[in-house]
């Protein structure tokens, strides 16, 4: 039995012979479970962090990343590098912001010209590690980066950039940190090891995902929201209010009327950072806290999904996250995997 549910099984039972009774029962669903997992659904925005969500799981249950795989991350980060690089030189270039630097044209040239059918290698990266490095100190491209809300960015860029000696090394393999910033694309799908737990990404083989799920007894439904991207507007929508209104469809769909939902308000350190200077109440007129305290903001944003639950009824859940800081993700899901089991076990009194 795993740890988390002896636990709560401890606290559920309250006396010897109903707890021999209940811990049998429990040992039934976790045989029943090892064929039929609790499958945790994670949906959200697009860049909110699902993928990152799923590597902490994958890696905080034991399973490192292959030296194939870890190959694909570093190829997956010298494309990051370089199409974040390449965003930054053309939206300083339409915002019209000088170059601090005028010899750092060479090497936004040489960025620039870079053939995108080109699978990077250490050997094929090195030549633009000194430009990428010039360029990131230019105060005209931290102007853009600066100004990164108004157009498509990925944060995690400046960690790439920051780090450009280290990545650019010609024996460079990727650290899981690292790993955890990467952007990837495409859907995840795993069981966890020792628990009873399929994690799946969702979004484009939904029907295969809603044929599994009608047919297990559990599903949890993981809704992430890229807390930071509140003022994004590349989107059709404001980021936020996308997300919202995201949100409000998965509660309104009568497929989920009983899956429990368990909202990630991800993004916490970029949403810290954030506030010092930034006015959410340019963007949410009816914000009515101080903007510059992230427990307002936090505040306003619970408020905001609670309203668009739908069912007054529903009981949502709710954690604030930093999906690439692994101890404070472990801490995390350690009492969500207890609100799992808890809600399993709810159900099974109910049964
Ligand atoms: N700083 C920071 N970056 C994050 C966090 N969560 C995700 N990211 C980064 O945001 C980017 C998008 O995340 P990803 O998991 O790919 O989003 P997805 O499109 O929802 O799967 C990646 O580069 C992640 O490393 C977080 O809490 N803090
Ligand atoms: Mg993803």
Known sequence: MSTALRGLSQCFLPDRSDARRRSREIDAMLKRDRQIPVVIL?????KSGKTTFFKQMRLINGAEYNQREVLEFREAIYDNIMKGMRVLVEERNKLGIPLQNSANERHEMLCSSHDWCMKLEPCTFQPYVEAIDSLWKDSGIQEAHRRRSNFKFYESVK???????RIGQLNYLPCNQDILYAHTVG???CVLRDTPFMVAEFQSWRRHLFKTVSCLSSAVFFFIIGCSDYDQTDFEDNYLVGTLNTFECFCKNGFF???PFILFFNKMDLLAEKVQTADIQKHFPEFQG????????????VQSFEKRKWDDSRQIFYHMTTAVDTENFQKMFESVKDTIMGLILKNISLL
């Open 187 to 189: 859907q995840q799908y």
């Open 42 to 46: 994670m949906a959200g925005f697009n």
């Open 290 to 301: 101080d903007p510059h305290r992230l427990e307002d903001v936090q505040e306003f944003l």
């Open 159 to 165: 960690y790439f950039c920051d780090n450009i000696h």
């Open 257 to 259: 009327r009983n899956c």
